[in-house]
């Protein structure tokens, strides 16, 4: 008797030790997997942040310009209205900054501005006339020759000039607040990236005005009204498979549908929008009927039994508790929408595009086509303001979900 | 071998059902039940889980509408109209048979809401004074007013277990309705709080016709007057609670009654 129970003891504590092994083995497992995904994580932030912090700054000539010689003559009266900048231009000014960096730099330097450049001291001097009478230190970006050769490539004349300004403290690398406010250009020191946000932002409120109204109709009636049938059934199948649809095949659609009802819209935010709309709605839908489907059905109980109709048990009740699920599942399907890259291809929002859109239908760039755009440019220049562009597109992101986060706490009730 | 009221104790019907049958898809849940339930009282329904008493109860504000796979057949009437006739607004039978569920299920909303949102969408009072007025007097009659007065503002949900009955109950009775259905409406509460529900369906019984579903047969018989006893869908005996407790007819109802079974 005592040597059974004996053996029994002894089988359940070897037993034990197993159990307790497997604990172990799983929580490590799981440790390692979090870690890694940490790791990797890490590694990418930390690559792209240290590429892009170069991508937001540009290579930049210091010189004075001395105004009080009477190097520019001008009436005071024409620095007023919208034609300014031309008056400073026909009165000469691009001659006068180049003049300036020549005497500062010297004779290379003086033609290594960058082609813009004199329109920011044309800025400043519209916004106070007062400059005109004194002395102006100025810091103007240079060329892409130039900031080539503060690299190290390009001719090796130019790289011998880069040496020795930045040894003098002539040539910098300074920030560049304008990237953020700028388009797209073909030299890299004058490119930005607000055309492409200010795309991706209309883009997205169009995606949005279509897809979540749409969506979350959609939700509520096949959670609430549609009978349970094949038909239902169908629909069922068919939006899980929408939600699994290669993108680019939504873009195809954009381009035989919505651009051939609009044929003057190519590139605008209005078809990008709608076609990314077709794309989040599935999602919007799906993540819509969960949350509908999660609110306990003694709210409906409860609402019908005092005489609610089935309208406002839904709109008073169902939907208010399903809001932070639905907007969860929203922000998820825009952010997605917010990354693709390849419908809008197929739409034309590839085109190069130095202004930044005017409204939902002029022609627009949006982030993650930008990226790619500057990706594939040769000049290395570039390769920076990619990663620059892809931190505002990840900053972007980032401030999308921390809304979704706040608006799900905002409207989350506990009971 | 179904035995009404009337035959020992002719009452004045506020409903009446006559042969109703419910389905479930194929299956027979309900099965050939004819009942009245009087206006002053209180209607207990015993029986064994799955009996069915529940699946009638529902039947009688239309709450089985909500499941699809549900028919009814028979008639049922309030105040001898057919509720199940087609011109029959559901929305205003429900106004008038409230409903009271077996667990506490307060909107997610302030108490004073939860009361008022049954006299809002009924559009039962004009001005916020009169809506306050309502609340007040649901929650006095639910006996509530006292412990909530100072934090109508609070989220329904913060009250105790019995105290959201009474909460659900006082927003029950805040569309003044004239009859009370309530699908066994202590089981999820403590001795202390079901004593306090049964205290004040016992105050409420004069003003409303009260139908109550319970697995306790010391409950049916502490608050009702009237007690019918179910069984396999079929309604076995329906007669005044002290007869049925004391003096049951039928062999079924002695052997559930002395706990042979149930």
Known sequence: MTDAADLHQQRIASRIKQRYAAERRFRALGFFAVAFSVLVLAFLLVTMTSNAVGGFKRTELRFPIDFSTGLLTIDPSQLEGPNAMQALQGAGLPDVVAFAAAKAAGDVAGTELADGAWREVGKRLITNPALL??????????????????????????????????????????????????????????????????????????????????????????????????????????????????????????????????????????????????????????????????????????????????????????????????????????????????????????????????????????????????????????????????????????????????????????? | MVTTLHDRDPIDAKISARNVSVFYGDKKAIDDVSIDIATQYVTAFIGPSGCGKSTFLRTLNRMNDTIASARVEGEISLDGQDIYRSGMDVVQLRARVGMVFQKPNPFPKSIYENVAYGPRIHGLSGSRSELDEIVERALRRAGLWDEVKDRLTDSGTTLSGGQQQRLCIARAIAVDPEVILMDEPCSSLDPIATARIEELIDELRGRYAIVIVTHSMQQAARVSQRTAFFHLGRMVEYGKTSDIFTNPREEKTKDYITGRYG
């Open chain 1, 133 to 415: 009478r004194g002395k102006l230190d100025t810091s103007l970006p240079v060329s892409d020759d130039l900031a080539s050769a503060w690299r190290g490539e390009g001719s090796a004349a130019l790289q011998a000039l880069a040496t020795k300004l930045k040894a003098d403290g002539q040539l910098v690398r300074a920030f560049d607040p304008g990237f953020l406010t700028r388009s797209d250009a073909t030299d890299p020191q004058a490119v930005g990236i607000w055309g492409a946000l200010k795309g991706s932002m209309l883009t997205m409120l169009v995606t949005l005005a279509l897809a979540f109204p749409v969506g979350v109709l959609a939700a509520v009636y096949l959670e609430e009204y549609a009978p349970r049938n094949r038909w239902t059934d169908i629909i069922e199948v068919s939006i899980n498979n929408l939600a699994a649809v290669p993108s680019i095949i939504f873009g195809l659609l954009g381009l035989a549908v919505f651009l051939w009802i609009f044929p003057n819209f190519r590139s605008a935010p209005l078809i990008g929008g709608m076609t990314l709309a077709l794309m989040t709605m599935p999602v919007i839908v799906i993540s819509g009927r969960n949350a509908i489907k999660a609110v306990p059905p003694s709210i409906r109980d409860a609402a019908l039994a005092i005489g609610a109709s089935r309208v406002q048990t839904v709109f008073h009740h169902v939907l208010p508790l399903a809001l932070p699920g639905i907007m969860t599942g929203t922000i998820i399907g825009m952010a997605r929408a917010l990354g693709e890259t390849a419908p809008l291809l197929m739409i034309g929002m590839r085109a190069f595009v130095a202004a930044p859109p005017d409204g939902f239908t002029s022609p627009s760039s949006v982030l993650p086509v930008q990226i790619f755009l500057w990706s594939d440019e040769i000049n290395r220049g570039f390769v920076e303001r990619t990663s620059a562009a892809i931190i505002v597109l990840l900053l972007f992101l980032l401030a999308m979900n921390g809304l979704a986060i706040y608006l799900r706490n905002r409207f989350e009730k506990t009971w």
